[in-house]
């Protein structure tokens, strides 16, 4: 399958060179899974984009036609990656925003082709000399400004037989990983997830993973952790959207058993 892409409901791919996104990183996006034509977590995406464009100020199109367009997008693909972006549209130089019909990109990718020995043994993961910038203003939105991702993914080579960096805020604390977010088992034996108050994402499976937890009954709680909380840890996974969740097998130079909870998530997704 190769790229397909639409501009606000037309197939293209060209965007103006004045549009917002492009010039400041003024925009949102959304990576969904599509499995047997149908879009995983659909609704929890869809509320993540009208709350990240509310708190942006960035005019929405009616989330209707959004979810129709990728309803249809969707329907004939067995495994496929949808990335939806919304811009605030196009307009001149400053940086004062003003109320701009938005710009919506919608591309179809091939779904991404890693080992299965990652969901079943674990990946192996290091921690990241980039760290991230605090701003409350920001935080747990998925917006387009991915420098600090792009500078901590260039730490390490295709052929390092890493999978992911954890990135901490400048204090130290943990946040999450590149592209995932992460769940571990303290050595006490309660699960945590980094408090995202000041930065990072909050990402999609992340939610579904909290809200399933409570009808399990079982206790996740959101805090702060520093590297040597994991370093102690007894389990560990991250997880996104589109991969679900990879257990971590091997942290620098720290090894982890895959434990009874990751696989029972790793389930929920399955149900997702």
């Known amino acids: 399958m190769s790229l397909r892409s639409w501009i606000n409901g ?15 990183g003024d925009g949102v996006f959304e990576t969904m899974a599509v499995r047997t034509g149908r879009i995983v977590l659909l609704d929890l995406h869809l509320q993540r984009l009208e709350d990240s464009c509310r708190r942006l100020s960035i005019a929405l199109p009616p989330i209707d036609l ?11 693909q067995q495994r ?6 919304v811009t605030r549209g196009t307009g001149g130089r400053g940086y004062r925003p003003v109320t701009l019909p938005p710009t919506r990109i919608l591309t179809l990718h091939e779904w991404p082709d890693y080992p299965a020995n990652w969901w079943q043994d674990g990946i192996r993961a290091r921690v990241c000399n980039t760290t991230l910038g605090s701003n409350s203003a920001l935080a747990g939105i ?40 992460l769940f571990v088992r303290l050595a006490d034996g309660q699960w945590v997830t980094p408090d995202l ?4 994402v909050a990402g999609v499976m992340r939610r579904y993973i909290l809200e399933r937890s ?40 720290w090894k982890y058993k895959v434990g009874e909870m990751t696989r029972r998530i790793q389930q929920w997704f399955g149900d997702a």
Request: hydrophobic share 40%; with cysteine.
């Open 80 to 85: 496929a990656v949808l990335k939806l972006i």
């Open 10 to 24: 037309i197939p293209g791919t060209q965007i103006t060179v004045e549009d917002r996104g492009l010039q400041y």
């Open 214 to 253: 409570k009808l399990e009954r079982v206790t996740i709680r959101s805090g702060k952790l520093n590297v040597s909380d994991i370093q102690s840890a007894s389990e560990i996974f991250v997880c996104n959207s589109v991969i679900g969740v990879w257990p971590v097998r091997q942290l620098e130079n």
């Open 197 to 200: 108050h000041a930065c990072g």
């Open 66 to 76: 959004i979810r129709d367009e990728l309803h249809a997008t969707a329907h004939d």
């Open 142 to 181: 998925k917006h387009l400004n991915r420098l600090e991702q792009v500078l901590a993914r260039a730490e390490w080579h295709d052929d390092d037989d890493i999978q992911e960096g954890l990135m901490t805020d400048s204090s130290g604390l943990v946040i999450e990983g590149t592209m995932t977010n």
